[in-house]
């Protein structure tokens, strides 16, 4: 029982060895799940009621990939994170736009 929130894509080459900034948003009051990159939001789909849970509970997974997909399609394959994650967080309460954006400016203060 699961269900993937796709985005579209967000990367190029031109952006190798550039530090990101990405976020996903689960919401279950909204029934959206929205992602972010540096700030601003690239997709957001509603959640259906056949995959809607008021609690989210996060079970055993990988940081960074995805070493067991469940399908055994091409275009569904293993996906390998090649670079390093300076931070996770993962919060108890769904943030909006504006708290993704600041969120994002704040990290940047030491970048600049």
Known sequence: ????YYS?????KSMS??????????????RH????ANGKRVASQEIVDEYLIEQLRIGNGEIGNWGQPF???????????NGRIDELAILNS??????????YQDSQAGRR
């Open 71 to 81: 399908r055994e399609t091409p275009w569904f394959a293993i996906r390998n994170l």
């Open 17 to 30: 060895g550039q530090w990101m900034h990405l976020a996903s948003v689960f919401d279950p009051a909204s």
């Open 94 to 103: 769904a943030l909006g736009d504006e708290e993704i954006e600041t969120l």
């Open 33 to 36: 799940v929205s992602h972010y």
């Open 1 to 4: 029982f699961h269900r993937v």
């Open 8 to 12: 579209p894509p967000i990367w190029d």
